[in-house]
């Protein structure tokens, strides 16, 4: 079991709004799969985002939300109170409030620091929690490339904020660094829920959720990181949470930046991230 931290950053780091990173850190994005920085956004700053992310996770805006407030650890339709891993798609898009805020901020310069065209943009955001005491609230080990159309340009860069404190304890991210150099995706499988088609494959229409073929030889990565602090993991990188053993809440924000054009691209078949798109998993390729 390793564990990895960045002692080297922290909130020396901020110019205004921006988080500076050094060579060291976009070349270890580029070659392993993930960077963590610490002590990126103010307390001051977590305290706006507090509030708006406890109004989403406890379903205020559920109603009008549907699939795009579910449950990440199991099947659509799980009643809310029973809820373990709790996922909020797109909060700004539901709550204009929530537009261009601190964190899109810092992390679209951050965006820009890793990829030097300048051509990137958020392409989606989401808010996860985790319940106390909820071992079963585990995130399926898998790709993002899995989740999503096939394009032309991968690029992506993902950051998770922790705000509350993120360890082994509660499934803090781990990674299997390296794997983003794989040549090809490992195999996903929408996640089993007894809720087979009648061609005896699982329908991605009831089980968002994918899980990957793992290996003997995969080696986890453990990143623990405080609250206020990102991790940054690419689109091709092995990664997936286990369940929270705490008492406590865990809490993290979710924005993925991506090629201006592949956003483009996604937009035209109408892919927008929200669990309510209506896709063709089985023919989907742009």
């Known amino acids: 079991m390793e564990r990895i931290t960045n002692p080297d950053s922290g909130s020396h780091r901020r110019i205004g709004n921006s988080y500076i990173i050094n060579e060291k850190e976009i070349e270890q994005f580029h070659d392993l799969g993930y ?8 307390e001051e700053e ?7 992310f406890d109004h989403f996770v406890l379903g205020k ?11 990440m650890s199991q099947p659509y339709g799980t009643p809310m109170e029973d809820f373990q891993l709790v996922n909020a ?12 805020n601190i964190y899109h901020k810092i992390t679209q310069l951050l965006a820009d620091q890793l ?20 071992k079963g609230a585990e995130f399926a080990m898998h790709q993002d490339l899995g989740y999503w159309p096939k394009t032309e340009n991968t690029w992506t860069a993902t950051f998770s904020l922790a705000l509350t404190d993120s360890d082994l304890i509660n499934g803090c991210l781990q990674v299997l660094p390296g794997t983003n150099k794989e040549p090809e995706l490992r195999k ?23 899980v990957i073929e793992e290996r003997e030889d995969d080696k986890i990565v ?3 990181v405080k609250r206020g602090s990102i991790t940054i993991h690419d689109e091709r990188i092995v990664h997936g949470s286990a369940g929270n053993e705490s008492k406590e809440w865990r809490k993290t924000y979710v924005a993925a930046y991506r090629d201006i054009d592949t ?5 035209s078949i109408g892919f927008t991230h929200s669990h309510n798109d209506i896709v063709n998993w089985d023919n989907i390729i742009i």
């Open 263 to 267: 956003i483009a691209k996604e937009r």
């Open 61 to 71: 805006e559920a109603a009008h939300m549907k699939k795009d407030f579910c449950d």
């Open 35 to 42: 960077v963590v920085l610490n002590d990126v956004l103010t």
């Open 89 to 100: 798609m797109l909060p700004s898009t539901y709550c204009k409030e929530l537009e261009n």
């Open 222 to 224: 453990y990143l623990p």
């Open 188 to 210: 996903h499988f929408p996640k089993s829920y007894s809720n087979e088609r009648k061609d005896g494959k699982v329908s991605r229409d009831e089980s968002h959720t994918l």
């Open 46 to 52: 977590m305290q706006f985002l507090d509030p708006w």
């Open 115 to 134: 990829y030097k065209d300048g051509k990137s943009a958020m392409d989606y955001e989401q808010f996860l929690a985790k319940k106390p005491s909820k």
